[in-house]
Antibody, heavy 124, light 108 residues
Framework: QITLKESGPTQVQPTQTLTLTCTFSGFSLNTGGVGVGWIRQPPGKALEWVALIYWDDDKRYSPSLKSRLTITKDTSKNQVVLTMTNMDPVDTGTYYC????????????????WGQGILVTASS | SYELTQPPSVSVSPGQTARITCSGDALPRKFAHWYQQKSGQAPVLVIYEDSKRPSGIPERFSGSSSGTLATLSISGAQVEDEADYYCSSIGVSSYHMSFGGGTKLTVL
């Protein structure tokens, strides 16, 4: 059974750095074809893809956020960490991590298991 | 970034077929995936690689793709299918993922 859970601060000050951790079980990030992604959703708005990391340490970032993002994995802890610098009130929203599969099909894959999400508010 | 276009809303009566479209220039060459998000919940994958249905997803959900248009169909839509639906795919460069703007499905 695959599960994922996001953790981190629920409130950050503008200009601060956000660090979110995704802790997962039921799969290994050492397995070929597997990835973990981050997706965010401002209140009342659409989903926005943020970043992806694959089993081979290939990393992909949203072009509009790339300069502020770092995604890393710790396979021994079954964790993926996302850092986002220079937080702004527009970054407020629910952040989801999700298991990614299907990269072998020639796409970046799809998200077949999702965490419950964590609401992060960037406000002073 | 790569743009995927969905209608903001679709409305059907119970038992009718709901069709939600997703338009993107790269869809003739790239798969589309579909997610259902009910209010206050995390998204759920309902269709992947244009037309495949994950286990546990009812058979009334189906997907197709032709040219620059991918379509999610819900045959015999039920009130419980009311949700926001998002398509996802990648651009021709295959480097970045995108989500559509979402479609709110109303069944009443």
């Amino acid at each position: 059974q695959i599960t994922l859970k996001e953790s981190g601060p629920t409130q950050v000050q503008p200009t601060q750095t956000l660090t979110l951790t995704c802790t997962f079980s039921g799969f290994s990030l050492n397995t070929g074809g597997v990835g973990v992604g981050w997706i965010r959703q401002p209140p009342g708005k659409a989903l926005e893809w943020v970043a992806l990391i694959y089993w081979d340490d290939d990393k992909r970032y949203s072009p509009s956020l790339k300069s502020r993002l770092t995604i890393t994995k710790d396979t021994s802890k079954n964790q993926v960490v996302l850092t986002m610098t220079n937080m702004d009130p527009v970054d407020t929203g629910t952040y989801y991590c999700a298991h990614c599969w299907g990269v072998a099909s020639g796409t970046l894959g799809y998200f077949d298991y999702w965490g419950q999400g964590i609401l992060v508010t960037a406000s002073s | 970034s790569y743009e995927l276009t969905q209608p903001p809303s679709v409305s059907v009566s119970p038992g009718q077929t709901a069709r939600i479209t997703c338009s993107g220039d790269a869809l003739p060459r790239k798969f589309a995936h579909w997610y259902q998000q009910k209010s206050g919940q995390a998204p759920v994958l309902v269709i992947y690689e244009d037309s495949k249905r994950p286990s546990g997803i009812p058979e009334r959900f189906s997907g197709s793709s032709s040219g620059t248009l991918a379509t999610l169909s819900i045959s015999g839509a039920q009130v419980e299918d009311e949700a926001d639906y998002y398509c996802s795919s990648i651009g021709v460069s295959s480097y970045h993922m995108s989500f559509g703007g979402g479609t709110k499905l109303t069944v009443l």
